[in-house]
Each structure stands twice: as C-alpha cells, then as structure tokens.
C-alpha cells in the first residue's frame, strides 16, 4: 500500500512525504529542517524511511530543508542538472557530506520509480515528478508552472492520484495589494496556474482514470480553500462527474493535518 502525506504546502514552504511498504521519498522539503522532522514525526513516519529527496526547483519554498535534512541525514538529493547547479551556487549542497544527483527518467528508488517533466517557471530547470509504486500506482505532482504544456499534460494521463497547483483566483489576484510587475509574474506563462487554469484540466483528468485530486500551493494572498473548492466542482460537476463517487477532492493545507491518500 502507498500512501501520500501532503506535508506542507503554498508559499511559506512545500513538501510531501510518499511511502510504500515501509520505505518513503521526500518531494521538495521547503521547510526547516526542524520543522519537516516534527511533520514526520506527528504523521508516524520513521524519518529514516526516507531514502531520497526530490527537488522540483530552487525556489526557497522548495528547498529550504535541504541541506540540514541531507548532511544530517546523508539523504541522496535528486533534482535536474539545472537546479542542481542553483542549489550548489547558493550554498545547499555539501558535496562530502551527502550525494547528489541528477535525476534521470525512470529513477528506481525504494522500489518506486520516479519520473520527472518540465515545468514552466520562472527558474532554472524546474520539474514536477511522477511516481509508480511497484504495482503500478501512479502518483503525479505539478506545483510551480504558469501553463500546462503537452509535456505536463502526456504526464499526469492516468495517474490514480493527482496533486495539482491552483494558485490563485485571478480576480482576487488583479484586484489584490502585490505590486503589478510581480502579478505580471504570476500571472505570466511562468507564474503559477489559476483556479480556472487548474479547474478546466480536472474533468479529463476524471476521465483518464484519476479519482483523487488534492489542490496545493495556495496563495495565502489571492486565494481560499473553499474558492479554488468551488471552482474545480463547478468544472467537474458540468461534465456530470459527482464527488465522493467519481472523485475525491482535497486541499493540501499550508501545514499538514495528518490526512494522507492511499494509492
Ligand atoms: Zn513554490
Ligand atoms: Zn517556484
């Protein structure tokens, strides 16, 4: 049985736990260590059931726990030669104490194997990652990207879990206090998805085969949980797709409250 734990998630820090049998991955960890450790420790979660960290990019929300976690730990991290080379360059990566890798398609850890695809963002070499448990459970994470590309969209096909980013509500955004170059950003094709942008995916998705979805990286700013909520229902139910039947749906909160999904 493989389950995953929506650690953390939005933009003070994001970070999810998947474990199979009793082996776990850690995608990004962008929180204190300290405070990743707790998350694990309140979710039962022996930390040294982890054996890896997946980056998806060198945003702080995304690595923060990075180093501490890795020398602590002597975790492997595995992230694209891209953000490698970032975290390297800002001092988070300690080549003697721990490796690091560049993630290469189809990587076999802890008898899952992880697959990555680009993402469209405002860094060097994002991604989003795929993981098939060992009896074909697909997990699919896309956070961090301002458009759905083929790429993104060829990955998440079929996937019995989709954790996907609905960032914002545009109105909410628009008429909101953040200066407009950085709502430009957001809003631009290497920003962050919208409520809407996330909400028109989600019925193929149903179709395909995914029965859970968790909405993540909320902006705390442009957002609520029960809007983006309302959004993507709204899109499923006028493809007559009916929740707790067809789907489930949640949302990852900015700090996990012990719920997980099986897979
Ligand atoms: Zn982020
Ligand atoms: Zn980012």
């Known amino acids: 049985m493989a389950k995953v734990y929506p650690l953390f998630s ?27 450790e707790q998350s694990l420790k309140d979710n039962n979660i022996d930390i040294l ?7 998806t990019h060198e945003h702080t929300d995304h690595m923060k726990g990075v180093r501490v976690l890795a020398s602590k730990y002597r975790f492997p991290v595995y992230a694209t030669q891209g953000t490698l080379s970032e975290l390297d360059k800002m001092h988070q ?43 074909q459970r697909k997990v699919t994470l896309v956070t961090d990207t301002g458009c759905i590309t083929n790429d993104i969209r060829q990955s998440l096909r079929g996937s019995d879990v989709v954790i996907i980013e ?3 509500d545009v109105n909410m955004l628009l008429n909101g206090r953040y200066p407009y170059s950085l709502k430009r950003r957001i809003l631009s ?13 989600l019925p193929d998705l149903v179709k395909e085969g995914t029965s859970r979805i968790v909405l993540a990286h909320l902006s705390k700013e442009n ?11 709204y ?3 006028k493809e007559n797709m009916k929740e707790n039947i067809d789907y489930t749906m949640t949302v990852a909160k900015e700090i996990g409250d012990g719920s ?3 897979f």
């Open 10 to 36: 939005g933009s003070k820090g994001n970070c999810y736990c998947i474990t199979s049998g009793s082996n776990s991955i850690l995608i990004d960890v962008g929180r204190s260590a300290r405070q990743i």
């Open 49 to 55: 059931s982890i054996k890896g960290i997946f980056i």
């Open 93 to 135: 990566l300690v080549p003697d104490k721990f490796k690091s890798h560049i993630i290469t398609d189809g990587t076999e850890i802890a008898g899952m194997t992880v697959r990555t695809f680009k993402t469209s963002h405002d860094c060097h070499e994002s991604v989003g990652y795929t993981v098939e448990t060992a009896n």
């Open 166 to 168: 609905s960032n914002h």
């Open 189 to 201: 094709n290497y920003g962050h998805i919208s409520n809407d942008t996330c909400s028109k995916l």
């Open 223 to 233: 957002n609520f949980p029960q809007l983006a909520l309302q959004s993507a229902r």
């Open 235 to 237: 899109s499923l139910q």
């Open 260 to 262: 997980y999904i099986v």
